[in-house]
């Protein structure tokens, strides 16, 4: 869906690197929201947020953090990157009308070597 | 917390052929459920959904049914063309939560 980005879309990086992933969405919805996806399995959440001021932790918050710095923008960003968080990364939005429905981005694969 | 279990893991149907793909819930609390597809290099994208005051929905070639009291619910693919091959996730959530579970996937490949 083109009103929600990720940038970039494919990153490879060393273990014990500092990674940001960006979120940007154009549908003017108040949620956002980070995935992630391993190979043949569903989608784990990591972090969400439901405005600018109210974040928190999904399963997986281990070893990454969040920003938001607006309504539109959401980051996701891994301290010290390690082997086993080489997976493909989504995020996505809702509105607070319809929270339920999520609108997801085209992903970043990130490689941990 | 909530489990979702989807099956099958994989599926392949003829074209023209229906396909069905069954998930089961854990939280009798859910009371919503999307279908998502999410194509090769694609993000998920919400296809269906129903919630827990209806039985079934229908959106042309696709439905979906549930049975709260077995909690289980299914999609449904009709006269099943080529471009349906995907990955469908089912998922469940609890009204303003607005955070769902996802069930592992169904890779569907329909053959021409």
């Known amino acids: 869906d083109a009103d929600v980005t990720q940038t970039p879309r494919n990153r490879i990086t060393k273990t014990g690197k500092r990674i940001m992933l960006e979120c940007s969405q154009t549908k003017g919805h108040d949620r956002m929201y980070w995935y992630r996806q391993d190979p043949g399995l569903g989608l784990q959440l990591i972090y969400y947020s439901f405005d600018v001021k109210d974040i928190n932790k999904g399963e997986i918050s281990d070893g990454y953090s969040v920003s938001r710095q607006a309504q539109a923008k959401f980051s996701l960003s891994l301290e010290s990157a390690i082997p086993n968080q080489t997976a493909l990364y989504f995020c996505?939005?809702?509105?607070?009308?319809?929270?339920?429905?999520?609108?997801f981005g085209p992903g970043t694969r990130l490689t941990v070597l | 917390g909530e489990n979702v279990e989807q099956h099958p893991s994989t599926l392949s149907v003829q074209e023209g052929d229906s396909a069905v793909i069954k998930c089961t819930y854990s939280d009798s609390a859910s009371n919503y459920f999307p279908w998502y597809k999410q194509e090769l290099g694609k993000g998920p994208q919400l296809i269906i959904d129903i919630r827990s005051n209806v039985g079934e929905k229908k959106d042309q070639r696709i439905a979906v049914t549930l049975n709260k009291t077995a909690k289980h619910f299914s999609l449904h693919i009709t006269e099943t063309q080529p471009e349906d091959s995907a990955v469908y996730f089912c998922a469940a959530s609890f009204n303003n939560a607005g955070k769902s579970t996802f069930g592992d996937g169904t890779t569907l490949t329909v053959k021409p």
């Open positions: 996505a939005t809702s509105d607070w009308q319809r929270p339920e429905a999520q609108y």
